[in-house]
């Protein structure tokens, strides 16, 4: 962690992270507006996209689970500095958040962008977006609510849309990927690909009543 990552970790978790625990917890109560719709986002990384989210959408509430402490630091310092009533934080693995934290039906939007490839064959196992965590996803998720995935990795878009189309209990309504949602910022990294077309995939799933 950087000098200033550190500090904001010491000065700004107490305030701005919800920390773990093993027991569901009502993530609502985290926020000012309680009632506003609940959307989780499965590493963030340094967070530039979660901060600039949050700030484009007031009218809901997020939570941004991630290991990476520098990462972490960051986001705390933008929610500091932007005053982000909207964005809290839980720095732990986040399939054992939803497993253990979540109750079921609590969940209004999941965003999962860019998560960590695992390229090789042999770890392909170790990927978030298998069958199993699928099945989890559904119970966290209310009737109606969405799934937001974004992957630069062409065979992991696959098994994606793979995964998702055989899984019980989601619809997509756009049949196969879907064009990047506007209040998503593109990254450096996504304008850079462009040139090579379709190289960033969007996935986007409803759960089913
Ligand atoms: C490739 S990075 C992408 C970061 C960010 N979403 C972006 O678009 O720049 C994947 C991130 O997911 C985090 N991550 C992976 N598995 C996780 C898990 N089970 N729980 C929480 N964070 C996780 C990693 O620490 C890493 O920061």
Known sequence: MSPAQRRNFEELAPRY????QQSETDLRLAFPHYDRPLIIEIGFGMGETTAAIAAARPESNFVGIEVYRPGVGKL???IHADGLENLRIIVHDAVEVLATMVADEQIDGVHVFFPDPWPKKRHYKRRLIQPGFVNLLRAKLRPGAYVYLVTDWQDYAAQMLE?????AGFRNPYRGFCPRQPWRPETSFERK????AHSIHNL???RTE
């Open 193 to 196: 690909g462009r040139s090579q």
């Open 163 to 167: 995964v998702f189309e055989t899984a």
């Open 204 to 206: 986007w799933l409803e």
């Open 17 to 20: 992270c919800v920390p773990f």
């Open 76 to 78: 705390l310092g933008r």
